[in-house]
């Protein structure tokens, strides 16, 4: 059996770290765009969160101020329409009272 020296033992680790030096300097490399892709995909995933919220609250805000502004015509509508109303039977009863008043008298 040919029996290795500690020469030879030392020579075969140092290539080997030599090779895998070079192994872990590439897997670095591809770690490092790795994480930066990893570091773009975050980001796109943020930005597009942020316009769906930003969205959506706006949308929401505008609902909102439509509902509003619907909600203040009807209540003006309908205070426009009881005044009417009033004024209506106001003179009626008025005309009346006066109608009434005048044939008797």
Not at 34 to 55: L, S
Not at 77 to 99: A, R, S, T
């Amino acid at each position: 059996m040919h029996k290795r020296t500690n020469e030879e033992e030392m020579r075969n680790i140092s290539s080997y770290e030599k090779v895998k030096g070079v192994t872990h300097s590439r897997s670095r490399k591809s770690f490092y765009l790795q994480v930066t892709w990893d570091k773009r995909k975050i980001v796109i995933v943020v930005v597009v969160v942020v316009v769906v919220v930003v969205v959506v609250v706006v949308v929401v805000v505008v609902v909102v101020v439509v509902a509003v502004v619907v909600v203040v015509i009807v209540v003006i509508v309908v205070v426009v329409v009881v005044v009417v109303v009033v004024v209506v039977v106001v003179v009626v009863v008025v005309v009346v009272v006066v109608v009434v008043a005048v044939v008797v008298v």
